[in-house]
């Protein structure tokens, strides 16, 4: 059964349109509110944006509906998402509510709710919620004492850094490294400077101007370019790119070279399985991740699990499994040694604490396999159903026949844009080209 509000990331959609408009935002609020007050302690809400003009008209309505239902409200202003998962668990709260779209433009916002474990909700869950929220929910308003309160919590960031922060060895620094670090102008544009610098290095910082509708425009994790460029100019030592959220990391070496998901996935599992860190000796992907990281894996006797796109899917998996590294080719790393979700920094603070221990360039350390040709294509096309057409099903199983053994295709719906997307992936180029073109003509015609 579809779902009517939730995607594949929570709720994800144009701001002011029907799912996160000022209305459906409060009936959210009351329904998280009905759903998860249960014993008698006083229940507890942290909820944090990033810094997309429509997060305050979602940040007053969700917490409207909240404390009509006698949860107490703690605000904590922008931070990144996983320091609202982290909170939630560190503050004994019931929930954590981020308000963010991620990498999308200002124009979008989102809802991504977290567990008092600092976990995501599971799909059951959301359907629950989905079932409140279309329900007459009004019937369950408390009474005028037992409505909540809400109070803004000003040192949240500052715990936050801390808490990352802590995740760094303490017998090294940073002291003498050079690091362009770009904050997409979202969650981190307070938090993730000062963690760099506090550890000792030279912070280049970029992308830590917002102003409402400059999120992710030209800048984070997806287009990581002029990142890389500054590192070149500014003859620094390693570049650091995260997303609107900072729950998402990509990263440049030396030379401008950027390092995807997948080159961080697997520097961290080699080197963690080197010192008897990695356990089970898995980690997870999706299906999107190069067969370069499965075979670089496969080489020094690790496991690759694939889960289905997305890093609730990945986690998901990563609990089944009992695997302590699992990630998204897209900068998504879950190091569950430390936190349960992704976090961009602590990622990052982990791939330094490599590179310095190495005592190289990071070209040298980052650059882990030879990954194999991949193309990845968007198409504006948001109904599903085209994948079920037989003429759709035909072309795919034609490009696969075209791929053999030597490479793959994988089809999906995004679960957070009106976006089709294609991933092909093959050893030989000329191959690789035809089908793309292949693919490139069916899904512009439709």
Known sequence: MQKKYFGTDGIRAASNSY????LTMMRLGMSLGKLFTKGEHKH???????????GYTIEQSLTSGLLSMGLDVLLLGPIPTPGVAMLAKSMRADLGV?????????????????????NKLSDETEYEIEKLMDSNIEEHLVSPEKMGRAKRLEDANARYIEFQKNTFPKKINLEGIKIVLDCANGA???SAPIILWELGAEVIAIGVDPNGTNINHECGST????????VVEEKADIGICLD????RVIICDEKGKII???QIL?????HWKKYNQLSTNAIVATEMSNLGLENILRDNNITLHRANVGDRYVKEMMLDIDANIGGEQSGHIILRDFIETGDGMIAALQVLRIVIEKNQSSSKTLNVFDPIPQKLINFNINDGEVLRADHTIKMINNCKDMLGSEGRIFVRMSGTESLLRVMIECKDSSILDKVVSEVDSFFTKL
């Open 223 to 230: 287009q990581p370019e002029n990142m890389a460029k500054k």
């Open 266 to 270: 697997a520097l961290l599992a080699l």
């Open 260 to 262: 995807d998901g997948d």
């Open 44 to 54: 507890r809400v942290v909820i944090g944006k990033d810094t997309r003009l429509s």
């Open 244 to 247: 609107g959220d900072g729950d």
């Open 98 to 118: 981020m308000i963010s779209a991620s990498h999308n433009s200002y124009k979008d916002n989102g809802i991504k709710i977290f567990d008092k474990h600092g």
């Open 188 to 190: 981190a544009y307070k």
């Open 19 to 22: 799912k996160l408009n000022g």
